[in-house]
C-alpha cells in the first residue's frame, strides 16, 4: 500500500516523474492485481511483477528506473526485471517468460519453429500475455 500511496504522490502530487503520459492513477485496483498476481505464482518475489503492474505504463524508460528506485527504497531490495525473458512455442502454446497462453491453431497455420520474436519486444509481450491470462 505505500508503495502505491507513493506512486501516486511522487507522479501527481510531486510531480517528480511520470509526466508523460499524465495523469496517472494508481489506486486499490493495482495492488489487488499485485496481490492477485502473487496468488497466481507463490514462490515469485513481489519484485517480479512491479514491471507490469507499474513500470511498463511509464512511457519513458527513466521514468520506468524511477519507480524501480521507488521500489527498491520502499522495498528495500533490489530489483530485477527480465528484459529478454525466454520464450517457447509448441503447437498448442505460447510462453513468454511466466506468461502462457493456449495458441488458436485453426487460425495460425506457421508451423512453431518458423516463428521468431524480437527480444527487445519479449518484455512487453510477456506482460500483455500475462494481461489476457488474468483476464484483464
Known sequence: IDFNSRMY???MVS???GRRGAPW???LRDVFRWAEL???HPKSSPSQFVDLVYCQRMRTKVDRIRVEGLFEQVFNTKIAIEQNPFWHVTPST???GNSTLKRNQEACSLPEEKIQMQHRFLNP???????V???W
Not at 509481450?125 to 494481461?131: A, D, Y
Open 15 to 17: 510531480c517528480l516523474f
Open 9 to 11: 504522490r511522487d507522479t
Open 38 to 40: 502473487m496468488d497466481q
Open 94 to 96: 505460447l510462453q513468454i
Open 133 to 135: 491470462e488474468m483476464n
Open 125 to 131: 509481450m510477456e506482460n500483455v500475455l500475462k494481461c
Open 25 to 27: 492513477e494508481f489506486n
